[in-house]
């Protein structure tokens, strides 16, 4: 017995060992789940083939679906003891250790739905105290356990079981179950069910059956089910079926005996005998609520409605997405006309008339002459029928219609005025050939599809309008901004806009996108620098690709994308190039005029053309002289000139002829002409030189010219009479001749004193005089008035 103990002992110590190292081993090789956030962990799609590590000892919720997990071990879940929901549908997922969930006894939810267990155990669960949602559908098990499955799960509210192999239901496989709240069973395949197994828990609020084959096969099976579940206090969902012959409705009769009040059918198929036969079986029941949702209604035969069910207290029809196949091909849903005549509440929200034959008159009548039959209709899809008017009176009542699907009909025009429910947001009317919209749209839309039509122009106002979709048609100018206040898309494509600018976009206040993309666009420079501006800084984005956006013109650029075009600065900047070289040549114009009025330079070439004149007439001989002095004066000095120089001169004996400006010069002649001219005809030249003279632009002129002539001849012509001291520095250096002359030159100053006149006189008529004087007529000018 020793040796056996050792040996025991020893054994035990191995495994112990070998199990610690597996643990170990498992621990290091665990994955870790990098999708946590505070107690949350969402591993969900990660590629996991085993449980992760947990990141602490607080995750409350583990998210382990749509991964490879296989086998869930038994230390598993030992580091997440505060788990509270753990999901874990959709793995590959064979094997449960008996002790897995054991450390679990915080668990709420469990989804173990779409794995491969073949077989449930009761050890799993017998520590979840605190479960309330468990999921086991679409697993490989026939049958819930060896029994008393969930008998641990003492406040189980929802349970979801069975898949296309369960094949039988026990009375002991529901033991315990005693708040059970709701109920989804799979029994697709379901073969056998033992009376009573779900009575043990009624009433159950919400039960949904998905019985495919037991209603086509084995009515009596699903009428035992019904007769355990139907309940006055029990919503009834039959999902997941094909309902095709009456026959198969038989079991519903145990729902009317046991006073269901409310029938729902989802995601089934039903003919309308089938439909009808229900209905019948239903008939004065206590059935309040009836509902099809995702339903498709088919047309197997129409029976005659012998007798029309009588539903008193039916107070709710709800049709949610109900597709009826072949609409127009049989009168759809006069069958339900008792039936509606008595509900209290019909809710349809949606209907889709779409790819019908409905024309105006059929439509009118569908729509009860628009008195309001429908008024709970919220969207209303009549696309692609053959209308051909659009009867908004007809709507006109309905005041919960959002939506309006007009798409696909042939309208080519629209009345001027219509008369909508204030609460439609959408309308569609694309491709219905319309020329020209009128203020018959909606002002409170919101959305309004227009395009594939044959518009020009679009102008209505819509002051509520956040997309606007346009293209194709043949629109030629962005509408105006201002009238879509709230404009945030615009869809505008394939039309005839040739251009538009920033500014156009700058009038819509909140537009967001733009899709504009067509081939007429004209290149210009501004359209170019829009397509090739930075967007990413601007308010509004282009919804489209840039590469739709194709030129028509320039020529040059005919077919390129206008993101891609590049004009020259010329191109685009042509009255700026212009001016710019306009005012340039204008500037250089002023300013050679400005110099030349500031260098005297017209006077100077003038003069110079006259000198050069004067220099190829033959010069005049002393006997062809008409004077013997040109008096050049400043006019201040006239006084001086008239009072002493002439008399004094003219009168001498023998007279000397002088040449005055105001007195010989020939009136209209050009003033250096006649300046020229008096010094050529003069024996000398006579400067008067005061103050006044340095000042005087005029007699500049003569100086000018009579340096030149001293230049050209060098010769003593010139005869200086100063009437004042002149400081010579006040002399203008221009005149650096008339400064070099009187300081190499002797000049006569006018005396102070009266004694030495005789003297002043006697030399200036020596320096004047000519050898032989003959007559001049140069005073034959004497008379005439300056
Ligand atoms: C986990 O993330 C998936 C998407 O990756 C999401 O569908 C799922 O609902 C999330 N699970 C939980 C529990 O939030
Ligand atoms: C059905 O529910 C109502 C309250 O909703 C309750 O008063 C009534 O007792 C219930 N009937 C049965 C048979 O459980
Ligand atoms: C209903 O019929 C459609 C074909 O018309 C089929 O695809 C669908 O699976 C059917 N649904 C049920 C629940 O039988
Ligand atoms: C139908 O309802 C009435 C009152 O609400 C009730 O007296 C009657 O028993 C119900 N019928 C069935 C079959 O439960
Ligand atoms: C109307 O039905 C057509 C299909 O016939 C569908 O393309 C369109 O989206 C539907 N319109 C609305 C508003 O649901
Ligand atoms: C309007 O109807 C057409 C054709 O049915 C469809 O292609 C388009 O998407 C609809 N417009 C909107 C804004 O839904």
Aim: aromatic share 12%; with cysteine; glycine share 4%.
């Amino acid at each position: 017995t020793k040796l056996c103990w050792e040996t025991y002992f020893l054994i035990l110590t191995f495994l112990t060992f070998v199990d610690l190292l597996m643990h170990q081993s498992f621990s290091l090789s665990r994955p870790q789940c990098h999708r946590c956030e505070q107690t949350a962990c969402n591993c969900s799609r990660q590629n996991l083939g085993t449980v992760p590590t947990a990141p602490s000892m607080l995750i409350a919720e583990l998210d382990l679906s749509f991964n490879t997990l296989q086998t869930i071990m038994n230390n598993d879940f030992v580091a997440f003891a505060s788990l509270q929901t753990l999901i874990m549908n959709n793995n590959r997922i064979q094997k449960i250790q008996e002790q897995a969930f054991v450390p679990l006894t915080n668990l709420e939810k469990l989804d173990l739905s779409f794995n491969r267990l073949d077989t449930l155990s009761a050890g799993w669960f017998k520590n979840l105290f605190s479960l309330q949602h468990l999921n086991l559908l679409g697993n490989k098990y026939k049958m819930l356990g060896q029994g008393n499955l969930f008998q641990p799960l003492k406040r189980l509210k929802t349970l979801h079981f069975g898949g296309p192999d369960l094949h039988s239901i026990r009375k002991s496989d529901f033991s315990g179950l005693g708040r059970l709240e709701k109920v989804v069973l799979d029994g697709r395949n379901l073969q056998v069910y033992a009376e009573g197994s779900l009575r043990q828990i009624e009433p159950i609020k919400y039960v949904t059956l998905g019985l495919n084959g037991p209603f086509l096969r084995n009515q009596a099976l699903v009428g035992a089910i019904l007769s355990d579940v139907a309940h006055p206090n029990t919503t009834l969902t039959f999902a997941d079926t094909w309902f095709s012959a009456k026959y198969q409705m038989f079991p519903f009769k145990v729902t009317r005996d046991r006073g269901t009040t409310s029938v729902i059918f989802k995601n089934v198929n039903m003919t309308i005998p089938a439909c009808m036969e229900f209905l019948n079986l239903l008939s004065d029941s206590n059935l309040t609520m009836f509902a099809l949702e995702d339903t498709q209604l088919i047309l197997s035969s129409v029976g005659d409605i012998a007798y029309p069910p009588h539903m008193d207290r039916l107070e709710a029809v709800v049709f949610k997405n109900v597709e009826v196949p072949r609409f127009y091909s049989f009168p759809a849903l006069f069958f339900l006309q008792p039936l509606l005549n008595v509900v209290r509440r019909v809710s349809l929200e949606y209907m889709d008339v779409s790819d019908n034959l409905f024309s105006d008159l059929a439509l009118t009548q569908m729509m009860c002459d628009g008195k309001g039959g429908l008024w709970s209709l919220q969207t209303f899809n009549i696309s692609r029928n053959y209308l051909h008017s659009i009867s908004s009176q007809l709507f006109t009542k309905l005041d919960k219609l959002k939506n309006i699907d007009m798409s696909g009909n042939v309208f080519r025009s629209m009345p001027e005025t219509c008369y909508w429910p204030p609460s439609l947001q959408f309308l569609n009317l694309s491709s219905t050939h319309l020329a020209k919209v009128t203020t018959c749209l909606p002002v409170s839309l919101h959305i309004l599809d227009l395009s594939d039509n044959d518009l020009t122009v679009f102008n209505i106002e819509l002051p509520f309008l956040t997309e606007l979709y346009i293209s194709g048609n043949k629109i030629s100018s962005l509408p105006d901004g201002g009238l879509y206040p709230c404009l945030v898309f615009l869809s505008i494509q394939n039309n005839d806009l040739q251009t538009f600018s920033s500014n156009n976009l700058n009038g819509y206040n909140n537009l967001k996108s733009l899709e504009a993309g067509s081939d007429t666009y004209v290149c210009s420079c501004g359209f170019v620098a829009l397509m090739t501006s930075d967007w990413t800084n601007h308010r509004i984005t282009f919804g489209d690709e840039f590469k739709s956006y194709i030129c028509a013109s320039p020529d040059a650029v005919r077919g390129e994308s206008a993101a891609d075009v590049r004009l020259s600065v010329f191109e685009c900047h042509t009255a700026l190039a212009f001016s710019v070289l306009c005012s340039g040549i204008l500037l250089v114009f002023l300013l050679i005029a400005g110099l030349c009025h500031k260098f005297s330079v017209v006077w100077y070439m003038k003069m110079t053309w006259a000198w050069l004149r004067a220099k190829r007439k033959p010069k005049l001989r002393k006997g062809e002289l008409e004077y013997d002095a040109f008096v050049s004066y400043s006019e201040m000095d006239s006084g001086w000139v008239e009072a002493h120089l002439v008399p004094e001169l003219e009168q001498a004996e023998p007279p000397l002829r002088l040449c005055l400006h105001k007195r010989d010069f020939v009136p209209g002649g050009w003033i250096l002409d006649n300046i020229i001219d008096a010094i050529e005809k003069s024996h000398r030249t006579l400067f008067v030189l005061s103050q006044h003279f340095v000042r005087s632009e005029w007699c500049k002129y003569e100086l000018d010219y009579t340096h030149f002539r001293l230049f050209d001849q060098n010769d003593d012509t010139v005869v200086l009479i100063l009437l004042e001291p002149i400081d010579k520095e006040t002399i203008p250096k221009k005149f650096c001749k008339l400064r070099r002359v009187m300081n190499s030159r002797t000049y006569l100053e006018w005396p102070d004193d009266d004694g030495l006149m005789p003297r002043f006189w006697q030399s200036l008529r020596t320096a004047i005089k000519r050898p032989d004087t003959d007559d001049g007529n140069c005073l034959q000018f004497d008379n005439v008035d300056f």
